[in-house]
């Protein structure tokens, strides 16, 4: 269940923290149905582009979200903070992290 969106103001990072630019994984993601389903039925892959970066919360985690639009679903692809990082902040296609 997605939780309380995460707005950090951009800061500058203090001397010695680093920065690093997490891009999404993709400008494009293709998605389609894995499960088996039964003869007569069928389903086309759809693939999307990036609609919106965030950071969330899952679980109780902060969380990069990178969401795609296809037809008319989003489709949302995630990963937690990188290692050593603990504040993030959505910047074009991916985010700034120290």
């Not at 993709?26 to 990036?50: F, L, Y």
């Amino acid at each position: 269940m997605r939780e309380k969106i995460i707005k950090p103001l951009p800061q500058k990072p203090l001397p010695g923290q680093r920065e690093e630019y997490i891009h999404c994984p993709a400008e494009r993601v293709t998605t389609e149905v894995t499960t088996r389903i039964a003869h007569p039925w069928w389903s086309t892959p759809q693939e999307g582009e990036i609609e919106k970066v965030e950071v969330i919360r899952v679980g109780g985690k902060p969380t990069l979200l990178c969401s795609y639009r296809a037809y008319n679903d989003v489709i949302p692809v995630m990963r937690e903070f990188p290692p050593g990082k603990s504040s993030c902040y959505p910047k074009g296609r991916g985010f700034v992290c120290r």
